[in-house]
């Protein structure tokens, strides 16, 4: 394969999974926590170096874009271990323990916490959530990345 289609291919791939992600927020009715927003923001930093990487030759570029594939699959494996029990997520959008608060404070606690929780899994297929289908195929889109910095561009 060549350069330009392997960066196609992984550009494609992230668009791919951004606008999945989007079809089950706005048409299945699947609100996202927080740690599913912060999975979407490497695939648009890659769609965008994807359309600058086949403008300019170079390495540089592809290697931007393993990196970008690669944090998401990290926050979408850390996502994993949240929603599975294996450690603790964000404060802020999983449940916590109500040992020692006072009414009030549970109150308070309540109220403030997310509609949505990082904890919970909200869809699953073969065993494995959303987060952990994001994680391995954004490490299949940063080989294709690694592919696409291996190669030399295409004289014209």
């Known amino acids: 394969?060549?350069?330009?289609?392997?960066?196609?291919?992984?550009?494609?791939?992230?668009?791919?999974?951004?606008?999945?992600a989007l079809a089950f927020q706005y048409l299945g009715g699947m609100a996202p926590c927080s740690l599913c927003i912060w999975q979407r923001w490497p695939h648009g930093i890659a769609i965008l170096i994807a359309a600058l990487a086949l403008m300019w030759p170079g390495r540089l570029l592809p290697a931007l874009g393993a990196l970008a594939a690669l944090a998401s699959a990290v926050i979408g494996l850390y996502h994993t271990g949240v929603e599975r029990g294996w450690w603790e997520g964000p404060a802020t959008c999983t449940a916590s323990s109500a040992d020692g608060m006072s009414s009030a404070e549970l109150m308070a606690h309540i109220m403030a916490a997310p509609l949505v929780r990082c904890d919970d899994v909200a869809w699953e297929m073969f065993g494995l959530s959303m987060a952990s289908w994001n994680a391995v195929a954004s490490l299949v889109l940063a080989a294709l990345w690694l592919m696409a910095a291996a190669r030399r561009p295409a004289r014209a």
């Open 1 to 20: 394969m060549t350069r330009n289609l392997l960066i196609l291919l992984a550009g494609l791939g992230s668009a791919a999974l951004l606008l999945g």
